[in-house]
């Protein structure tokens, strides 16, 4: 069965320190996707970002990054230079290629940012 | 473009009560998901549908019906509401395969109370 746990359900960060949000996921697929999106308090999902079980490189878009180590299944993702609009809630989803009914979410990481 | 647009924002039912949530895209997008949230926890996905005219079940469709009407829109169905469907309501819709490797965008979700 697919599995996705994020272990830290809370995390306080310095504004402009880096932060690192765990997930890790099982699967037995070959084939998968992993997603981030942030859930600020407003309630809206926005996509930070996304790698490819098959993508050699780690995926970054702009100050995200995702620390991808596929023989340990985790898929962590990186903000540089955290800012106060970063406080939100964090999930990571693991979606198969050609399944949907696959998708699975993580419960979440709420992070918030002092200033 | 409006994205995804969801309505109503709110709605208060009572038990046993019926509703249908409607949801539609304008990015031309395949694939489209209905998803729930409850407090404190990740998305579940109630029903996907691949293409115009299919739908298939997720992780959580009991007590929902799904319909794709056209490419545009893909309305969630309650046919007789229980106090355990109270939870916010997001629909989703992404390009390409349902489930695949491409972003998937959401509405602004709506926010569902059965008494």
């Known amino acids: 069965a697919q599995k996705i746990t994020q272990t830290q359900p809370g995390m306080f960060v310095q504004e402009k320190e880096a932060v690192t949000l765990d997930c890790t996921y099982d699967?037995?697929?070959?084939?998968?996707?992993l997603f981030w999106y942030k859930q600020p308090s407003s309630g809206e999902m926005i996509f930070l970002i996304y790698?490819?079980?098959?993508?050699?490189q780690n995926a970054t878009e702009g100050r995200y990054s995702l620390n991808f180590q596929k023989a340990r299944k985790s898929a962590n993702l990186v903000i540089s230079a955290s800012q106060l609009g970063d406080s939100a809630m964090y999930f990571c989803?693991?979606?198969?290629?050609?399944?949907?009914?696959?998708?699975?979410f993580g419960s979440g990481t709420r992070l918030s940012i002092r200033p | 473009n409006a994205g995804v647009t969801q309505t109503p924002k709110f709605q208060v039912l009572k038990t046993g009560q019926s509703m249908t949530l409607q949801c539609a895209q304008d990015?031309?997008?395949?694939?489209m998901y209905w998803y729930r949230q409850d407090p404190g926890m990740g998305l579940r996905l109630i029903y996907y549908?691949?293409?115009?005219?299919?739908?298939d079940k997720g992780e959580v469709p009991n007590g929902y019906n799904v319909s794709r009407l056209n490419k545009r829109e893909f309305s969630l169905r309650l046919e007789s509401a229980a106090p355990s469907q109270t939870s916010v309501y997001f629909c989703?819709?992404?390009?390409?395969?349902?489930?695949?490797?491409?972003?998937?965008?959401f509405g602004p979700g709506t926010r569902l109370t059965v008494l």
């Open positions: 989703a819709s992404s390009d390409g395969l349902a489930g695949g490797n491409n972003e998937q965008f």
């Open positions: 699967t037995s697929d070959q084939s998968y996707g």
């Open positions: 790698q490819g079980s098959y993508d050699e």
């Open positions: 989803f693991l979606s198969r290629g050609s399944s949907a009914s696959k998708i699975i």
């Open positions: 990015m031309n997008h395949n694939s």
């Open positions: 549908s691949a293409s115009e005219g299919t739908t």
